[in-house]
């Protein structure tokens, strides 16, 4: 079975500061995918990124980056210089082959 | 707009009645999947479709629930006998034919609300 665990129920943070949000994960499958989603609150999940497991590579992307550690089955994602517009929650997924198993969520404030 | 399309985007029925959503997925996906969100919580798998076929069904679908898509196109998802604990937000996403686990793309889904 495929958990996700976002021990983060919320967090608030004042503009241009950084946001981490963590995720923990289960699986025993060898070959997996993460990823996170941005829910604002019209209520579409849009993708922001995905990392299979065999590429612990971190990356930064505009805005965005990931820490992906598989010893610790840890999967961190970062927002810097957080804006309004980011203010969402924000969900940890798990991908065996196709379905997605999410996390509860994290809802990030940002406040002007 | 050429993404993942979920109708009504609302809906408010009665104990008992039956409700029926539709979602038109982007035009050249071949991978349709429902998801149900409650409030609080990420969304969970329902079931999953390539092309025409019904490939996965989550335990969560009870015999109230029937999805179709009968032409590897749209998709519907049906409730009969609507209870109260159907309250939920129904999601569909969509994703490409490839042979990589590309990202789901997912429409703004079909809040339900069971009086």
């Known amino acids: 079975a495929q958990k996700v665990t976002q021990a983060q129920t919320e967090i608030s943070v004042v503009e241009k500061e950084d946001v981490t949000l963590d995720c923990v994960y289960e699986?025993?499958?060898?070959?997996?995918?993460l990823f996170w989603y941005k829910q604002p609150p019209s209520g579409e999940l849009v993708f922001l990124i995905r990392?299979?497991?065999?590429?612990?590579q971190n990356e930064i992307s505009g805005r965005y980056s990931w820490n992906f550690q598989k010893s610790t089955s840890s999967f961190n994602f970062t927002i810097t210089a957080s804006q309004v517009v980011d203010s969402a929650v924000y969900f940890c997924a798990l991908s065996d082959l196709y379905k997605l198993s999410f996390g509860a969520g994290t809802t990030v404030t940002v406040r002007a | 707009d050429t993404g993942v399309s979920q109708n009504p985007r609302h809906k408010i029925t009665k104990r008992g009645q039956n409700v029926t959503f539709r979602c038109d997925p982007i035009s050249e996906h071949n991978r349709l999947y429902w998801y149900r969100q409650t409030l609080g919580q990420g969304p969970e798998f329902l079931t999953y479709f390539q092309n025409e076929a019904q490939l996965e069904k989550s335990r969560l679908l009870s015999d109230r629930f029937s999805a179709e898509r009968p032409k590897g196109s749209f998709s519907t998802l049906e409730i009969q006998r609507t209870e109260q604990g159907d309250s939920a937000m129904y999601l569909c996403a969509s994703s490409p034919p490839t042979g990589e686990n590309t990202e789901a793309f997912f429409g703004q889904g079909t809040r339900l609300t069971v009086v």
């Open positions: 699986t025993r499958d060898t070959t997996y995918y």
């Open positions: 990392r299979n497991s065999f590429d612990e």
